[in-house]
């Protein structure tokens, strides 16, 4: 039941003290629905008169307001109020528990016969929070601006409904700033009704039918937020992802606060886990963040998590809404509203959880949708926040390696996420959040018309994901074991690899983990020991001294690990195949010839790595070839320089970080060579051909590396193939371009034995 009295006297909307007073009367809105709440609000009232105010207590009839609002001669101030109820503090903290779930009972909400009890025995839970006021004048001005299809009364009572939620924030905390109202607001906007109209008359169906299903669409979509459903989340959260200590940097969080109080940010997180959306709501919740609204797919929207997930800000979208014009249109106008609100979002721009452990290229859908909504107006700025988070260790990588391996990926369902709850039960050491430089919106679109603009800056974003991703011990480690050639190796041997590693991790300034404790032999020897407790790896300790090797078939688990820093050293891999190259070709020109083998070796793994642009690529590989050779830019035809320059360096990265994708490479290029030029390619039967006959290589050592066997590999190597317009049939030339590309791969494997074998 919605109450009005109309008073004279002050205005407040900090709390539930009468104000101070501001000169003219007020219209107050006073919002209550029990018999308990209307006594709390009788009293404030009471207090009121008693302080002289003249107070006419309304009913809550439409007619009856818009009566009200019909009388004010002058140009009162409107003040919302409401009853706030509090859960009971718990060690300095007021939020609801997972039992309040259970038992459907919210204590913010308490049943209308618990909140008499509450005011007798624990009044400290119950506030009247007074809401900021707006004139009269203000509120019909911003009513002709809207230009909604609904009368001013109903747009009055819609508009001071979010007032006391926003002032209650004030009492509860900001991690509480939800959005109310939000498919009433939106279906009322003039700017909705005429995009439903014009798309209707562009696809020629009536309005009212395009119009319902809009509504519905709507309906589906629209996060309904609930303070009790977002504690058991931020709590759920904590329990699923109790196997983690979660570290993040809080200078960076509380800067990042700071700016959303100007403007929306957007997150765009790596997706390595499903546990990314928890990890990094408690990371923001706990530095006083409200819920982002966090765009996933329907695929997780089950019983039970789907339902509380809704209400703690998840907005679960379909998978493939191509041929959905309507669709495409009410999930544009929902992000544009939302920033518009200054609602912070989220989502995850690879589109599903990487299998390899490296970021996976951008899909640009939700971009290109934030970039329409910014460009129809009314929205200022919003930043894009690159956001990384890595683990020591994760449970799921198993089950995507054995789908790498060709196995049917397990569907999400409610018998699933009972074993993967049971599984986060054991330590898997740290998680890590960690934000990238942030990246106006409006900057990176600047005035003009940019040609692939979305484009760009997924890919720039992507670029600051990276950097902003952290060197961890664990990948160290595991990048060392995958350098064994499946040999075991001691301690001492794995310290001979990682301690060049490390000295060139200093050389470079990068930022690195676990303060290079695995330079010594104890933390090298834990780091050790938890991807053996992982089954990771395997230590074998019956001999004279201890040795560890990967384990059996876990080769694409210990790749994913070290896959997550190959972006720092992709640099000084390709200057080592640089070297080998004008070894291999003498020229008079070696650095010239240089800089063009690296250029063609970049655009050969274009859709596998993010790039930074020419003359920038130039700048860093340049600093990895001084690195190697001091005196490469003053080389001008010396025999064998660029060798020995390659032979005495103690490390060399190429066979470790480029085997696995350039040998899934060659056996893409190789299968492709040997089909028939006029028969048509279908993908799916030609993926599993090529994981079929990876295996048999493997077996024959044709290929070193085990986790060359990946179906996500051989899907990259096809979409270059694709690029290069070696896969559509009927050219003439077809066969010849094709072998061309298997001899271009097969020269760079080769490349990797030679620097192997020194």
Not at 21 to 40: K, Y
Not at 169 to 178: D, N, P
Not at 200 to 228: D, F, I, K, N, W
Not at 365 to 390: C, F, K, M, W
Request: with cysteine; net charge neutral; glycine share 6%.
């Amino acid at each position: 039941m919605t109450g009005a009295a109309v008073l004279d006297g002050a205005i407040d909307g900090s709390g539930a003290a009468w104000p101070a007073p501001v000169g003219s009367g007020a219209l107050v809105l006073a919002f209550a629905s029990t018999p308990a709440e209307r006594a709390v609000l009788d009293e404030w009232l009471r207090r009121a008169r008693a302080d002289g105010a003249q107070v006419e207590v309304l009913e809550t009839s439409d007619a009856r307001l818009e009566q009200a609002l019909a009388d004010c001669r002058d140009d009162p101030w409107l003040v919302p109020v409401r009853v706030a109820w509090l859960p009971r503090e718990r060690n300095g903290v007021r939020a609801a528990r997972p039992s309040d779930l259970l038992a459907l009972a919210d204590p913010r909400r308490p049943r209308p016969r618990l909140q008499a009890r509450i005011l007798r025995q624990e009044p400290d839970r119950c506030r009247v929070v007074v809401a900021a006021p707006a004139r009269l004048s203000d509120l019909r001005a911003r009513f002709d601006r809207a230009r909604n299809e609904e009368s001013f009364p109903t747009f009055d009572a819609r508009q001071a409904t979010p007032a006391p939620e926003r002032a209650e924030r004030s009492v509860v905390g900001m991690q509480y700033k939800v959005p109310r109202l939000v498919a009433e607001e939106i279906e009322a906007s003039a700017r909705f009704n005429e995009l439903v109209s014009d798309l209707a008359t562009e696809l020629g169906r009536p309005q009212s039918e395009v119009a319902a299903q809009a509504s519905a669409y709507l309906e589906e979509m629209v996060a309904s937020h609930s303070r009790l459903a977002i504690d058991a989340w931020e709590q759920f959260g904590r329990w699923m992802s109790r196997a983690y200590e979660v570290e993040v940097d809080p200078v960076a969080v509380e800067e990042l606060r700071r700016l959303s109080t100007r403007m929306p940010l957007v997150f765009l997180p790596s997706h390595r886990s499903y546990l990314d959306p928890v990890v990094l709501r408690s990371a923001l919740h706990q530095h006083g963040f409200a819920p982002n609204h966090v765009l996933g797919g329907l695929n997780v929207s089950f019983w039970p998590i789907g339902p509380v997930a809704r209400r703690s800000g998840v907005v679960f979208i379909r998978r493939s809404i191509r041929d959905d014009p309507v669709y495409k249109l009410v999930l544009r106008e929902y992000i544009g509203y939302l920033v518009r609100k200054r609602f912070n979002l989220e989502w995850y721009m690879e589109g599903g959880r990487t299998r390899t452990g490296k970021l996976r290229p951008p899909r640009y859908g939700l971009l290109n949708y934030l970039v329409q909504a910014y460009r129809a107006g009314g929205i200022e700025d919003v930043l894009l926040i690159p956001t990384s988070i890595v683990y020591d260790q994760l449970y799921e990588v198993g089950a995507m390696a054995a789908e790498e391996h060709g196995a049917q990926k397990t569907p999400e369902s409610l018998p699933w996420l009972v074993g993967y709850a049971r599984a986060q039960g054991r330590g898997f050491g740290k998680a890590r959040v960690g934000f990238g430089e942030p990246l106006s919106l409006r900057e990176a679109l600047g005035e003009q018309e940019r040609e692939h603009a979305v484009e760009r800056i997924g890919i720039e974003v992507s670029h600051r994901i990276n950097r902003a991703t952290p060197i961890t011990e664990t990948a160290l480690v595991a990048l060392a074991l995958l350098g064994g050639d499946d040999r075991a190796l001691t301690l001492d041997e794995v310290r001979a690899t990682l301690d060049p590693l490390l000295e060139h991790v200093r050389v470079r300034s990068l930022p690195m983990l676990g303060d290079f404790g695995i330079a010594h032999a104890d933390g090298l020897r834990r780091a050790l020991d938890a991807l053996c407790r992982h089954g990771v790896a395997r230590c074998y300790t019956g001999g004279t001294e201890p040795v560890w090797a990967i384990a059996p078939d876990r080769h694409i688990e210990a790749a994913f690990y070290r896959n997550s820093i190959l972006h720092f050293f992709l640099g000084r891999a390709i200057a080592e195949l640089v070297l080998v190259h004008v070894d291999e070709a003498p020229s008079s020109a070696p650095v010239v010839e240089g800089w063009r083998e690296a250029l063609r070796i970049r655009d050969l793994l274009k859709f596998e790595f993010f790039f930074a642009p020419t003359e920038e690529f130039r700048h860093e590989l340049r600093a990895e070839l001084a690195i190697l050779d001091p005196d490469w830019e003053l080389q001008v035809a010396e025999p064998g320089a660029a060798w020995r320059a390659l032979t005495e360096t103690r490390l060399r990265l190429a066979p470790h970080l480029l085997s696995s994708f350039l040998e899934a490479y060659l056996v893409v290029a190789e299968r492709l060579a040997d089909h028939d030029p006029a028969v048509t390619i279908d993908e799916k039967e030609f993926l599993a051909e090529c994981l079929g006959v990876a295996h048999q290589y493997r077996l024959q050592r044709r290929i070193q590396s085990t986790e060359s066997i990946s179906r996500e590999l051989f899907g990259t190597a096809l979409r270059l193939a694709e690029n290069r317009r070696l896969v559509e049939s009927g050219d003439a030339d077809l066969a010849a371009r094709r072998a061309a590309f298997a001899d271009e791969v097969r020269i760079l494997v080769a490349r990797l034995q030679r620097i192997r074998s020194i």
